[in-house]
């Protein structure tokens, strides 16, 4: 039987609260050279690569955290997170655990290939592990690769070689230099030449044991005109205690080829009082690398109780482009500190930067952008605008939009604005029969709406139920 | 006893007083103007009647078939029945008017949704009637809308909430020729044994095309005067100075 977290309330307001009892191999807290290593040989992985996470080690020892962001909150203790915490599963047998099934069942993500949603591929990582994927029958016959990152470590390492580390290399920051370290799992999908990826490729993150650090890796590559899009989505239980989360995905593009990259953030932000919830330091980045090429981020950030992201492109190849639309929902104590980096080096490149913050109760929201024109990136065109709806009183919003341009032909056009729901829409709506909540719930998704329309069908109906729960009881 | 009962209305925001004890009866079926000076308070009548939580009642009391509804939130008084033509309808960006109008049927349907196909056959027709492109369907509430955009979909909410009581705020005002035309052709096809009209306006032009039976004059926050349709011919000939003489002799 699954346990339930004893607090009732928790479980209402975050119905993924729920921890699950399952005998875990556990490595003890701490970190030093001997966890890496423990790390990688729970892995089998080659020599090759334990070496690669030695010296992002290193690094990262001579590395401060990054304290530029608006955000307030206590130093991490590394030393006392556990790195690495997986299910113990019948080696045997090829099915879940029937504790894992049950799980997923609740968290509405079907695991057996029957049940499995028809136009997704689902990979799982549940703590420091992938737990089964979905629809490799289908994919294999297009020659597409979607397994875990421990998986394709030993099955296609010359790619795994090729690419990782290439877009976010592990000096790039603190969050990725300890990523690079200490990664558990994670997924990784490369769509070859000419191949639509015929179906939607999601990866599903779950944080479950307690004080354990999730540290996946995402590793993604579309070669010359393949397209792919890709969801991800994530829960933690509800605990007192903070969790760190910190991820790095990668993403490569080549000549022609297209990736959409959409996430619904949920993880678990704590309570009212801003006790516990998940720290959420994340690094993503796409390159174009490849002519034409064109990289999409959308994200729908609704938890943690700390979010340190900025999903990024480095648009290189010429003509290529680059999207970042973002919905980042703050309540209570909650912290956010998002934005995207526009890396405009290539020639007639294009980006375009949508972002939609909402604060609630005490909560502080911030966008941080950044433009960058290189020189000889000649015609760079950038459109951003960045709006910010505040609802009640004790909340906070900045925009911090950076614009360096080092090219006199670059057109790059900047909005932004600030409003609240005001009582003149909530009378008008009101006075049209609609209840206090829906209206405002209306106002928002309406404030939402160019970023919703980027978010695969199914994907949208979820992130506007979920925006609709968040937003119950944050309004008057 | 009258549909909507306003008795001796004092309405106030912060410490002005701007509703200095409204009285006025409207049932349904009938059609009454509203007429008086820039300021006097018809807006603010209309606010208080739905329920504006900026103005405090301070005396007095609205009732709807004989129940005071100063207890309830404008949702629930639009629901019971009442409901308001905006003078400067809000913009709420984003949100398509296929989308608000089902919300707000929604709202009203005992079971909590409308059936999808009726409501858009009604929605559809409705536009067709008052003009209006197909294509506003999909476009944002009154987001860019111009002013007599802006009117039409007011009409079109009224036809489509069939309301018991409703309150036209100026909603003549800034309305080309045409366009009064056509709203003036919404509101007659709603006019009938179960509607209350109150028109609130400065000009006589619109209660050609909608002839009301009764007319009345605020000024001041009172209810001055009130007379049958002859006096809309008085008013424009002699202005309110005459109804303020008059109103001080009678005093
Ligand atoms: N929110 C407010 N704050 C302060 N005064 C207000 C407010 N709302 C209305 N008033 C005042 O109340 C009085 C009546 O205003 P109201 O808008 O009701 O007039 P009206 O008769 O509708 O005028 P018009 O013909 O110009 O539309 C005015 O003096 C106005 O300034
Ligand atoms: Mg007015």
Same mark, same amino acid.
């Given at each position: 039987m699954p346990e339930f977290d004893t607090d009732s309330d928790l479980i209402k307001e975050y119905k993924y609260g729920f921890f699950t009892d399952i005998e875990s191999d556990t490595i003890p807290k701490g970190l030093n050279e001997e966890v890496v290593a423990m790390i990688s040989g729970k892995k089998n992985e080659p020599v090759w690569m334990l070496e690669w996470r030695l010296k992002a080690y290193r690094r990262w020892l001579k590395m401060k955290s990054p304290r530029w962001a608006f955000l307030d909150y206590?130093?991490?203790?590394?030393? !006392?997170?556990?790195y690495y915490s997986a299910p113990k599963q !019948?080696?045997?047998? @090829?099915e879940l655990d029937p504790e894992l099934m049950k799980t997923f069942e609740r968290l509405g993500i079907p695991m057996n290939e029957h049940d499995a949603l028809s136009g997704v591929a689902m990979d799982v990582v549940f703590d420091s592990v992938s737990v089964g994927t979905t629809h490799k029958e289908l994919l294999e016959e297009q020659g597409i690769l979607f397994c875990s990152i421990s998986e394709a470590i030993q099955k296609h390492p010359e790619l795994v070689k090729k690419?990782? *580390? @290439? /877009? /976010?290399?592990? *000096?790039? !920051?603190y969050y990725a230099a300890l990523n690079s370290a200490v990664f558990t799992d994670g997924s990784f999908c490369y769509i070859p030449k000419g191949? @639509? #990826?015929?179906v939607e490729l999601s990866t599903y993150f779950r944080i479950n044991a307690a004080d354990t650090g999730q540290f996946e890796r995402t590793l993604i590559i579309c070669d010359d005109h393949a397209t792919c899009s890709y969801l991800e989505g994530c829960t933690a239980p509800a605990r007192d205690s903070n969790q760190l989360h910190a991820a790095v995905v990668e993403i490569v593009a080549l000549d022609h080829a297209e990736v959409k990259y959409s996430t619904v953030q949920n993880w678990?932000?704590?309570?009212?009082?801003?006790q516990g919830g998940i720290y959420n330091f994340v690094t993503k980045r796409g390159h #174009?690398?490849?002519?034409k090429s064109k990289i999409s981020w959308t994200q729908v950030e609704v938890g943690a109780a700390i979010t340190w992201k900025y999903p990024s492109c /480095?648009?290189? *190849?010429? *003509?290529s482009s680059g999207e970042f639309y973002s919905v980042a929902f703050t309540n209570n104590k909650m912290q956010a500190d998002t934005g995207t980096k526009m890396i405009h080096v290539g020639k007639n490149t294009s980006s375009t930067i949508v972002s939609k913050g909402i604060s609630a109760g005490q909560s502080s929201n911030n966008y941080r952008g950044l433009v960058k024109v290189y020189p000889g990136a000649t015609h760079a065109r950038n459109h951003s605008a960045c709006d910010s709806l505040l609802i009640g009183r004790e909340c906070s919003a900045n925009t911090f939009p950076y614009i360096e341009s080092e090219d006199d032909t670059a057109a790059l056009a900047h909005e932004a604005t600030t409003s609240t729901i005001s009582e003149e829409q909530l009378f008008y709506l009101k006075s049209r029969g609609i209840s206090e909540e829906d209206a405002a719930s209306m106002v928002v998704r309406g404030f939402c709406k160019d970023v919703f329309k980027h978010l695969p069908l199914e994907f949208s109906v979820e992130a506007v139920k979920l925006l609709e729960i968040k937003l119950e009881g944050s309004i008057g | 006893m009258a549909y909507l009962d306003i008795q001796n209305l004092h309405a106030s925001i912060g410490d002005i007083e701007i509703l200095k004890g409204v009285n006025l009866q409207i049932n349904k079926g009938e059609v009454h103007a509203l007429m008086g000076p820039n300021g006097s308070g018809k807006s603010t009548l209309s606010s208080v009647i739905m329920g504006h939580?900026?103005? &405090?009642?301070t005396e007095g009391d609205i009732l709807l078939e004989g129940e005071s509804?100063? $207890? +309830? &939130?404008p949702d629930e008084r639009a629901r019971a029945g009442l409901f308001l033509c905006f003078q400067y309808p809000v913009a709420i960006p984003g949100v398509s008017i296929s989308n608000f109008l089902k919300k707000a049927m929604d709202a009203r349907h005992p079971e909590g949704k409308t059936p999808a196909g009726p409501f858009l056959k009604e929605m559809r027709e409705n536009m067709a009637y008052l003009d +209006? &492109?197909? %294509?506003?369907?999909?476009?944002?509430?009154? $987001?860019?809308? %111009?002013g007599g955009e802006k009117k039409r979909m007011e009409i079109l909410q009224m036809m489509m909430f069939k309301p018991g009581i409703a309150i036209m705020d $100026?909603? &003549?005002?800034?309305?080309d020729i045409d366009a009064l035309q056509v709203v003036s052709k919404g509101v007659n096809k709603m006019r009938g044994p179960d509607l209350g009209l109150l028109v609130i306006t400065h000009y006589e032009r619109i209660l050609n095309y909608i002839e009301p039976e009764h007319l009345h004059v605020l000024m001041d926050g009172q209810v001055v005067m009130s007379g049958g349709p002859e006096l809309v011919k008085k008013l424009e000939e002699y202005g309110y100075d005459w109804v303020r003489e008059q109103t001080m002799a009678t005093a």
């Open positions: 206590p130093e991490i203790d590394f030393q !006392n997170i556990h !019948n080696v045997d047998s @090829t690419y990782l *580390g @290439t /877009v /976010v290399p592990p *000096g790039d !920051n191949v @639509t #990826c015929p678990y932000a704590g309570d009212k009082d801003g #174009c690398r490849g002519i /480095v648009l290189e *190849g010429d *003509g | 939580p900026s103005y &405090d009642v509804i100063l $207890e +309830m &939130d +209006m &492109d197909k %294509s506003f369907a999909n476009r944002g509430l009154n $987001e860019g809308f %111009s $100026e909603t &003549d005002s800034g309305l």
